[in-house]
């Protein structure tokens, strides 16, 4: 049984920085495509980064682009979501999800991805 959780979520300042993790169990994430989404309040469930296992390419959304980074720690298995200069506008739960195929560059698409963690919360404010 697949697994994933989300961790490091919490209040934060704006301008502030935030570092979120995904560790999956029954499964490898260094085999897979791993996306990253939030949702904010009232709002859909919007892809904001992911790295592809392919070619190790990785995609951000205009609004993180710059601010935030995604990478494989490998050592851990976990592939982090560091989040810098945060604004109010990013407060909303962070889900990370996998692509069980993983056959092609990773994207936002939500119905690409086949497991998902239950998110964890992050709030901005000052």
């Known amino acids: 049984q697949v697994m994933l959780v989300e961790s490091g979520g919490g209040f934060v300042h704006p301008g502030g920085p935030l570092r979120l993790s995904c560790a999956g169990s029954?499964?490898?994430?260094?085999?897979?495509?791993i996306g990253w989404f939030r949702q904010a309040p009232g709002k859909q469930r919007e892809g904001i980064s992911c790295t592809s296992v392919r070619d190790n390419s990785t995609w951000y959304a205009d609004s993180v682009k710059g601010g935030f980074s995604i990478s494989r720690e490998y050592a851990k298995s976990t592939v982090d979501l560091q989040m810098n200069r945060v604004k109010s506008e990013d407060t909303g739960v962070y889900f990370c999800?996998?692509?069980?195929?993983?056959?092609?560059?990773?994207?936002?698409?939500?119905?690409?991805?086949?497991?998902w963690g239950q998110g964890t919360q992050v709030t901005v404010s000052s």
């Open positions: 029954g499964l490898t994430p260094d085999f897979h495509n």
């Open positions: 999800a996998v692509d069980r195929e993983s056959t092609s560059r990773c994207g936002p698409e939500v119905n690409a991805y086949t497991w």
